[in-house]
């Protein structure tokens, strides 16, 4: 493990009464990830992942988005190769891995989006596919027995807590302290493959975390030519959330060709 960020509220005195680990108090603790885009998951982070979710037995187990990567769907995939990208091993593969990772809770993120942007085309043929699509990801997404909340841009908020888990919309270099800022408390997120911590700006504190991705660098042909690519890094959060206050950390794996190195 390379890099180890951590935000715990808790009083200095750790005798005190107040303090947030004191016996008595109900933590909920959850586990998130995101970012695995279906069949360009790395099989070094998933089986880590699922080897974490095993260990740690969070009650929330949460996956931020982008769990398929729906290439052949992308409003830019006419008339090049990623037009005819496979649909079935992208879809199924993605849903294989939030079945074997157990998730409560699957959020869409903009790849998902697509589908139901598609259900509404001109095309017959594309709006038939799209919902045929969308359906199949429905029910099998309810045999997993999560709860899936569909992309919503900036309003996609799924709160426990002082915590809020999105997609997320920002992708520029300050995307975890514009994310912070824009919801407040903590806010666990994905969508830049940055896996990354960023304190916000405002007087009450603001944390956000991005749990980066679980892909490679590169894996993705539209990604090649991206300098921003070259942050990318794979990680994911977890930690404990009370009433009031909470415990969240975001651990990464550092470079690629690394073990990975979980606390839990």
């Not at 079945?99 to 509404?120: Q, Y």
């Not at 992309?151 to 994310?179: L, P, W």
């Amino acid at each position: 493990m390379r890099r180890l960020a951590i935000s715990i509220k808790s009083s200095p005195d750790m005798k005190k009464k107040n303090n947030i680990f004191s016996i008595g108090k109900k933590y909920t603790k959850f586990l998130a990830v995101s970012c695995s885009h279906g069949k360009y998951i790395d099989a070094d982070a998933k089986n880590s992942v699922i080897g974490m979710r095993d260990r740690w037995n969070p009650e929330l187990v949460i996956h931020l988005g982008d769990w398929c990567d729906t290439t052949a769907f992308r409003s830019g995939a006419k008339g090049t190769s990623d037009e005819i990208e496979p649909v079935v091993p992208d879809i199924d593969g993605g849903l294989q891995f939030l079945r074997e990772l157990r998730v409560t809770h699957a959020l869409d993120g903009n790849h998902e989006h697509r589908i139901p942007l598609l259900m509404k085309s001109p095309n017959s043929i594309i709006s038939y596919a799209a919902s045929q699509a969308q359906y199949h990801i429905d029910e099998e997404i309810k045999k997993i027995g999560a709860r899936r909340i569909p992309y919503d841009g900036v309003f996609q908020q799924y709160k426990v807590g002082d915590c809020t888990f999105t997609h997320g919309t920002i992708y520029n270099e300050n995307s975890a302290r514009d994310m912070a800022e824009m919801y407040g408390g903590k806010v666990i997120f994905g969508h830049t493959h940055r896996a990354q911590t960023g304190e916000g700006r405002t007087i009450k504190e603001s944390t956000g975390f991005c749990a980066g991705t679980l892909t490679r660098r590169g894996s993705q042909e539209y990604s090649k030519c991206r300098r921003a690519t070259l942050a990318w890094r794979q990680g994911l959060v977890f930690g404990e959330i009370g009433e009031k206050d909470s415990a969240v950390w975001l651990c990464t794996r550092g470079e690629f060709n690394h073990e990975w190195r979980l606390p839990v």
